[in-house]
């Protein structure tokens, strides 16, 4: 049906007019007198327009791969093409019939006085149908044209059918001489049959006689003075009394008043599932669907001599039993159409609603049945032909708004019709119908291969010859062989139940039965052929076979199968069978009774006496006591197990046999079940034996499921993307992910990579996703072997989106299957959330369902959750309603809902008078049945997938800002400020000017892509507000004055309970439901330039909370998007059009991202293109940055510009400063990285300017956050008394920061830095009072007594510490959260508190493992170093697991560019062989924290690392005097003390370290003096210190975890006895 820019039928109809569109006027306003079944004829002119090249270009289709996206290609331009000719044929007042495949044929009933008249008119309708529509150009170069056949005459008509359903049938000879007609016209021709030529006014018409075939061909209407066609034209309105009278409507039909005889009437024409649609009030654009059918085509050729009359009741007896048939296996009878010698019945199996697990094998089995009835009853049938396909078709209305029709179009209807001409008299079918029945071989027979019209490549064709009774017992077969490569996952329950019912068989001597029981494709196959390894391990006799369905339609089938496998005669060949089972069976068996096995086995043993004398239930027994006679002496001899893979196809005689069995002997059966299946009784009840033990089979655990990827895909790691991809269709389905797996392999969609491969800087943006993969798989991958192998990891190639990967055929089916076991509104549902993605927000769900009402939504979403189809999303999850409703630019919905509550309350509906549904106390769902939402999205056609998310992204893009308690904004700075003038100026596209007048949303106009917060927290404030006042009175100077300003703030805001308690920070939630999404819809719908700004602002807002990879991800699409850059600026063609800040914003995210991934060359390159993109240039030369210094330092001042007046104009200024402060910061950490003069130069001067923009910025918070920075680097370079004026600095900067999410963040950074600055001046009391509550669950820590001696100092400190913490939770910022933990690890740690060090350790765990951080990790792992050298023999991390991680990646350019966590790794890794002497490891890694020293920094770890890499050279030199060490250069000494002087004269900043260094120089110094003293009294200091290294050895094993020795205690528990230890530990252990 035409949609889009056409007026799709109105939601306003009455039931009766919708019906109307789908029947023509002849059965509307049919006269209903006497019986339906009575022939009635009429008088009128019939078109008949045939579309040629339909089938060419459907043939052209099924030769590509893409057979979903051809399909919609294919329906579209269909759909549009003979919607335009319906609509002409309607303004004439034609009828239209039917629309049968490519023929459309229409009818003008009239009187036969009349009929000369109309003819004049149905040709001038032709001759304009060809005008106008007779050539259609296709993109794929198959034109479309028409020919177009006339005939006039008597038509008659019959109902056929029973009172369920109907069927009209318009049949005689001007019937077939249309048929004729069209078949003799040449494309664009028009031809008349000759009684129509005789009927017509022949003197205006130019023809060409065809007088062989008794017909002519229409050239052209003469023009005849005074002749008038639009007088005639209102003459023959006259004898139309069904012609509209209404410019509205093109048929009087869809106007009637409501008739229920006539509704009632009406719905017995149109298919079931299509009437419960349209009871449901789902509008035409909801109907369509591309799925899969099984298409059966019957013909039926009766003899010329039959009469009409009877001709009719044949086809109203054969139309009877094809329905009845059908119907029981899903199928219907969609229509019955009429040609020369007989008639067609089109059945569809698999149409919406319908589908069945196994429709192609009934749809052969139906059909055959089908044949053999018309063959033996209806007595005048000269052939009965019938085909059967099976492929991917459009399902859904074709044709105008006013008329259309529910039809299926695709190229295995074209090759069903096809096949019915090549192939009469038989039951043929295609390939995939044969493959997909999965009905035994024999039934089939190959037809030979014949040319059809249009049909390059029909495939292999088929003769169904019926169910024939198997000529053969199976053969030993399980579904799965073991895998060696791939061990058994999860399943450690269910082999130990087997395990257990094999002791109990030998000690009980009973047998015992194991059924494993679940789902298709949880492995129970799997399952088998490992316990099928295990039992023939252990020496037992194993019978293994596999049912079909088939095979419970045999009796005894399964007992037969295995004993023949038994005696080994399904292995040997057949003229041996019989040698074979008598060697078998003279052991225990009489002679005379081998016969009995003739024809069980196939063999032909001589009648003995005996058994002729025996009756059919005589032998039956005897055969049962020979069998379990055989089996009872085996078993003496070696245990025996029955392995029965799919044994819910078992027959019940196998199953009695089975049980008697059982009773009988300790035998062991294992089977495995199908859940969904019903069982026959006698299984049920051998279910209920004792012996039987029912085991359920469970889904995969997530994380086995990753690694059963990783095996299928041959790799050790999987990237974050294809994670999600799997984890939301398998569902822990092992099947699933296995054919995914290898969906993903055939479609070559990925690339591969070498993990062993040393990594290397890339100049080049493009080729990071290796990279970027390495930098996150430690968490997933499985643990590394010992052996050297190949490894590899895999990426998603940057051009395929995942999200819009289509399912293999085999698992969309099993998805639609369960779909259609559903309700209609349901079903509708179900398809409306799978557009919205796997999460969905009921609100907008809502917006999409067509009206519903918030009652029945919920009613509808209750009983899906009841059967797991959908679930509630987990409460950590959830997204408030609070926030995603917050920002004010939500205002316009939250009106638009109150408008349409109040016109809901004004209607009348069934669903209000029952009982309101009170919604959940969340409103987000996800989806909880594997597939489904896949396979419900791929079910819309392309047209209205697109108008569906264009709906979704409408609803979606006010929402695309930071939640309610960051106060909103866009994640980048004022964005939509910076680009407002670029979408202004373009053209409006799709998605801005979506309107929808019934929808939630009122759209705004173009340039307003999102309203901006009136709470914005990047706002230009001019006027404080009341509160700010009172704290800004005063700016504090103090430490003591910035903590009582904080803590008065906190107490004055606290009474509100929405600073930090109730609403913690929901942008983690806004990323997954409405950012995530939102990029996705804008892709579907092709607004590549809006999909690129919310996937800069995804990128952003994961940046913002530490996920490296999925910024990476997004950032990634956008590059996609942007294409594929060149070498040649003036080569380079983008596919994209971007502003300047925008690309300059890309650049920037781009650098981030490389800074995170240790990509430290491409991130410099990155940042200064992104600030010459913002006109901010960053020198390359020394003398640049000479110049450019001065210009900072002196000329900036003078140069500074009042904000312009305009506020728009201000926001866009403020977007760029950001940008530039956040470029510059990134540029000086870059650089910081490096201990080089040159680069020391580069990152003062980027400070210098950081702090120059930020003061332009005039925003407090960012001023503080800069000069937090400053303080840092400061630091870090060894300048004191700047590091100490920028700090204090920033607390003066800090009165008018609390008030806003940057304002919360700066002070939390501040606080942060003031407890690292304690930290390194040696104040570890006061360091670890800033951090020690800050694993407590809420602000009681800081208010119990304990605290109440503190000082007030102290007391501010404490907390905030506290608020520090909770500050950065709230706002999901776990980077500065890892921070804050570090700091008050290393306090803990020099205070000696080592049980307060391991807790802060487990919460940095978990903390650091979801985030996928190596740089975290690392940091991780060298505190647990720390802790197993000098912790007192405490365990957090075994150290085998420490250096596997450090092997691992010490080479990862993220660990290679941190040379201040590496050093101070390698020097502990150097201490700990040390400790073990091993020598040559501590020289090794020795040697490699050499090499770093140079390039270490003064900041706490560069200081750590070189404390501890000076313990390694002090230890080395005292085990050289101890001999040792034979081959250490002279010059040793004096080098160790020149690493001292560098240490003094670089950590000047650092002190806390000093005085324990200083012990170790003048140990060292006494060497060198080599005075007369102890070796004790030389390094009393390093032994002292030293002796708590040589830890007992058992610490030095795997498997003593910190769980597993040191219990987990809360951190407010470990604080207290902190404190009482105090007063004791009176010396700090200064590592």
């Not at 359903?165 to 007609?181: E, P, S, T």
């Not at 060409?208 to 066609?229: G, H, N, S, T, Y």
């Not at 044994?647 to 019940?652: I, R, T, W």
């Not at 001046?1321 to 503190?1350: M, N, Y």
Request: aromatic share 10%; glycine share 4%; hydrophobic share 40%.
């Amino acid at each position: 049906m035409a949609t889009g820019e056409r007026e799709a039928a109105s939601p306003l109809w009455p039931v009766e007019a919708r019906l109307a569109a789908l029947l023509p006027d002849l059965l509307v306003f049919r006269k209903r007198e006497g019986s339906e079944s009575e022939l009635a004829t009429a008088q009128g002119v019939l078109l008949g327009v045939h579309v040629t090249g339909f089938t060419a270009l459907m043939d052209r289709f099924s030769l590509t791969c893409k057979s979903e996206h051809d399909m919609d290609k294919l329906a579209h331009i269909f759909s549009y093409y003979i919607s335009d000719i319906v609509e002409h044929v309607l303004c004439f007042g034609g009828d239209i019939l039917n629309i049968t495949g490519n023929v459309l044929l229409a009818l003008w009933t009239v009187k036969k006085n009349q009929l000369s008249d109309i003819i004049t008119l149905v040709a001038k309708c032709s001759l304009e149908i060809q005008e106008k529509f007779g050539i259609y150009h296709t993109r794929e170069g198959q034109d479309l044209q028409l020919k177009i056949g006339l005939s006039a005459g008597r038509i008659s008509q019959i109902i056929i059918g029973d009172e369920q359903r109907q069927y009209l049938l318009v049949i005689g000879r001007d019937v077939d001489d249309v048929q004729l007609a069209q078949r003799l016209a040449q494309a664009n021709e028009i031809v008349l049959s000759w009684n129509c030529w005789k009927l017509c006014e022949q003197y205006m018409f130019e023809v060409e006689i065809m007088r062989e075939d008794e017909a002519v061909k229409l050239r052209d209407m003469r023009i005849i003075d005074p002749f008038d066609f639009d007088e005639h034209f209102d003459k023959c309105l006259d004898y139309l009394p069904h012609y509209r009278t209404s410019a509205d409507t093109l048929r009087t039909a869809l106007e009637l008043d409501p008739d229920s005889a006539l509704e009632q009437t009406l719905r017995k024409h149109i298919m079931k599932n299509l009437v419960e649609k349209i009871d449901e009030g789902q509008p035409m654009e909801y109907v369509s669907e591309f799925r899969t059918v099984t298409i059966v085509l019957v013909s039926l050729e009766f003899h010329k001599t039959a009469w009409m009359l009877h001709l009719c009741h044949l086809i109203q007896k054969a139309a009877l039993y094809i329905s009845t048939v059908i119907e029981k296996g899903g199928g219907q009878l969609s229509r019955i159409f009429m040609f020369e010698k007989g008639c067609m019945f089109l059945c569809v199996f698999g149409l919406p609603g319908d589908k069945k697990p196994d429709e192609c094998a009934y749809a052969l089995e139906s059909s055959f049945s089908i044949f053999n009835f018309c063959w033996e009853n209806l007595a005048e049938t000269k052939l009965v032909s019938i085909s059967i396909t099976n492929g991917p078709v459009f399902c859904g209305v074709v044709g105008a708004v006013a008329r259309h029709e529910y039809t299926v179009i695709g190229p295995k209807v074209s090759l069903v019709a096809r096949m019915i001409t090549a192939y009469p008299g038989l039951v043929s079918c295609d390939e995939v119908t044969y493959l997909r029945s999965m009905l035994p071989a024999y039934n089939f027979k190959k037809l030979p291969e014949k040319m059809m019209k249009n049909i390059s490549n029909p495939g292999k064709i088929y003769e169904y010859l019926g169910h024939r009774r198997c000529i053969m017992f199976g053969k030993r077969h399980l579904a799965r062989e073991r895998s060696k490569n791939h061990p058994l996952l999860d399943r450690e329950k269910e082999l130990e139940a087997f395990q257990m019912a094999q002791q109990r068989c030998l000690h009980q001597k009973k047998g015992q039965v194991i059924l494993y029981e679940g789902g298709k494709g949880y492995g129970k196959s799997q399952l088998l052929a490992e316990v099928n390894f295990l039992a023939q391990k252990e020496g037992h006799r194993v019978l293994p076979m596999k049912l079909k369905e088939a095979d419970s339609k045999h009796c005894f089938y399964a007992i037969q199968t295995l004993m023949a496998i038994f005696f080994e005669i399904d292995v040997c060949p057949s003229y041996r069978r019989q040698e074979c089972l008598h060697r078998q069976l003279c052991r225990t068996v009489e002679e005379p009774l081998h016969c009995l096995f003739n024809d069980l086995f196939f063999v032909k043993f001589p009648l003995s006496f005996k058994v002729s004398h025996m009756d059919d239930l005589a032998r039956q027994k005897k055969i049962k006591v020979c069998f379990i006679r055989v089996l009872q002496e085996a078993v003496r001899e070696t245990p025996l197990i029955f392995l029965i893979d799919e044994a819910q196809y078992m027959d019940g005689a196998s199953w009695e046999f089975l049980e008697t069995l059982l009773s009988s002997m300790p035998v062991i059966m294992v089977m495995t079940l199908t859940p969904t299946f019903t069982l026959c009784g006698l299984a049920q009840h051998f279910l209920k034996s004792s012996q039987a033990i029912i085991v359920p089979i469970s889904k995969l655990a997530a994380t086995s499921l990753l690694r059963m990827a990783c095996w299928e895909l041959g790799v050790v790691s999987i990237p974050q993307e294809l994670q999600i991809y799997l984890l939301r269709r398998c569902f822990g389905n092992p099947l699933y992910c296995e054919i995914l797996c290898q969906d993903l392999l055939s479609r070559n969609l990925l690339l591969f990579h070498d993990l062993q491969e040393k990594e290397e800087e890339n100049s080049k943006w493009e080729n990071l996703s290796a990279n970027a993969v390495k930098s996150t798989m430690y968490s997933i991958s499985p643990p590394i072997s010992e052996e050297e192998q190949e490894r590899y990891i895999c990426t998603v190639k940057d051009d395929v989106n995942l999200d819009t990967v289509l399912l293999p055929p085999l698992l969309k089916e099993i998805a639609v299957n369960q779909l259609d076991q559903l309700s209609p509104e349901e079903q509708l549902l179900v398809k409306c959330a799978a557009v919205i993605g796997h999460s969905f927000h009921i609100d907008l769900l809502q917006h999409l369902l067509p009206g519903w009402d918030k009652n029945k939504l919920l009613q509808v979403l209750m009983a899906l959750v009841d059967i797991h189809v959908l679930c509630w999303l987990n409460k950590s999850l959830e997204l408030a309603a609070e926030p995603i409703l917050e920002p004010s630019s939500i205002k316009i919905t939250e009106q638009t809902k109150e408008k349409r509550k109040k016109s809901d309350t004004s209607l009348a509906s069934p669903l209000r008078l029952q009982e309101e549904v009170s919604p959940p106390h969340t409103e987000i769902l996800e989806f909880g049945m594997p597939l489904l939402r896949e396979a419900a999205w791929e079910l819309w056609p392309k047209e209205q997938q697109v108008a569906l998310h264009l709906k979704c992204a409408c609803f979606l893009r006010d929402l695309a800002c930071r939640c309610g308690k960051c106060h909103g904004g866009d994640f980048i700075p004022f964005h939509r400020f910076a680009i407002c003038s670029t979408k202004s100026s373009s053209r409006t596209s799709q998605f801005c000017s979506y309107k929808d007048s019934g929808s939630v949303l009122i759209q705004v106009i173009t340039d307003k892509l999102q309203l901006p917060s009136s709470q914005d927290s990047f706002q230009f404030q001019t006027k404080p507000s009341r509160r700010q006042e009172d704290f800004s009175s005063d700016h504090c100077r103090t430490e003591a004055e910035f903590l009582d300003q904080v803590n008065r703030m906190l107490a004055q805001t606290s009474h509100e309970k929405d600073v930090l308690t109730t609403k913690p920070c929901h942008c983690e939630e806004i990323l997954k439901l409405v950012l995530s999404p939102l990029t996705q819809h804008c892709l579907v719908i092709g607004e590549t330039t809006c999909a690129f700004y919310y996937l800069l602002e995804a990128a952003a807002a994961s940046l913002d909370l530490s996920d490296n990879y999925m910024a990476f991800f997004y950032l990634r699409k956008a590059s996609s998007l942007l294409g594929q850059p060149s070498a040649f600026s003036f080569l380079k063609k983008q596919k994209l059009k971007i502003c300047q800040f925008e690309e300059a914003t890309f650049c920037s995210l781009r650098s981030e991202v490389c800074f995170n991934m240790g990509q430290i060359t491409l991130a410099k390159k990155l940042a200064r293109q992104a600030l010459r993109l913002l006109k901010r240039n960053f020198p390359w030369t020394w003398f640049g940055v000479l110049f450019q210094t001065f210009l900072e330092k002196y000329w900036h001042s003078c140069s500074l510009r009042h904000p312009p007046d305009n506020l728009s104009e201000n926001k866009k200024k403020l977007a760029i400063l950001q940008q530039q402060v956040h470029c510059l910061s990134l540029l000086w950490q870059l650089y910081n990285l490096d201990a080089t003069a040159s680069s020391r130069r580069f990152a003062c001067l980027a400070t210098l300017m950081q702090k120059n923009s930020a003061e332009e910025f005039a925003n407090e918070a960012q001023v503080v956050s800069t000069y937090v920075d400053l303080s840092q680097f400061s630091q870090n370079i060894g300048d004191r008394e700047k590091w100490l004026h920028c700090e204090q600095m920033a607390i003066q900067k800090s009165s008018l920061c609390c008030f806003s999410r940057e304002g919360l963040l700066a002070t939390a950074q501040l606080m942060q830095a003031l407890a690292y600055t304690k930290l390194c001046l040696g104040h570890l009391d006061v360091s670890i009072k800033l951090g020690k509550v800050l694993g407590t669950d809420g602000p009681r820590a800081f208010r119990e007594s304990r605290f109440s001696q503190l000082d007030l100092t102290q007391c501010s400190l404490t907390s905030l510490g506290f608020q520090a913490h909770e500050i950065c939770r709230h706002l999901k910022k776990p980077a500065l959260e890892n921070l804050v933990l570090a700091v008050l690890f290393r306090s803990a740690f020099l205070k000696k508190k080592f049980d307060l060090c391991v807790h802060v350790l487990e919460s940095q765990w978990t903390l650091i493992s979801q985030g996928h951080d190596v740089l975290g990790l690392a940091c991780f792992y060298s505190a647990c170093l720390d802790l197993l050298l000098y912790g007192r023999g405490l365990l957090c991390r075994p150290f085998g697991e420490c250096l596997r991680f450090i092997q691992h990646y010490e080479h990862s350019c993220i660990l290679s560019s941190q040379s201040n966590v590496m050093l101070g790794v390698h020097s502990s890794l150097a201490m700990w062989f040390a400790q073990d002497s091993k020598w040559d490891l501590f020289e090794h890694y020795l040697s490699k924290a050499r090499q770093l020293v140079e390039r270490t920094n003064t900041s706490l770890f560069g200081s750590h690392g070189f404390v501890r890499f000076l313990e390694c050279q002090v230890l080395m030199l005292q085990k050289t005097l101890e001999g040792v060490f034979m081959q250490i250069p002279p010059e040793t000494h004096s080098q160790i003390l020149k690493y001292f002087k560098d240490f003094f004269s670089r950590c000047v900043t650092c002190p806390v370290y000093h005085q324990w260094v200083s012990e170790l120089k003048e140990s060292v110094m006494r060497c060198g003096k080599r005075e007369s003293v102890s070796l004790t009294n030389v390094f009393r200091p390093f032994d002292t210190c030293l002796t708590r290294i040589w830890i007992p050895g058992e610490f030095l094993e795997d498997n003593n975890s910190f769980e597993g020795n040191l219990g987990i205690q809360r951190f407010d528990r470990v604080v207290d006895v902190m404190e009482n230890k105090d007063d004791e530990e009176t010396q700090e252990c200064i590592c």
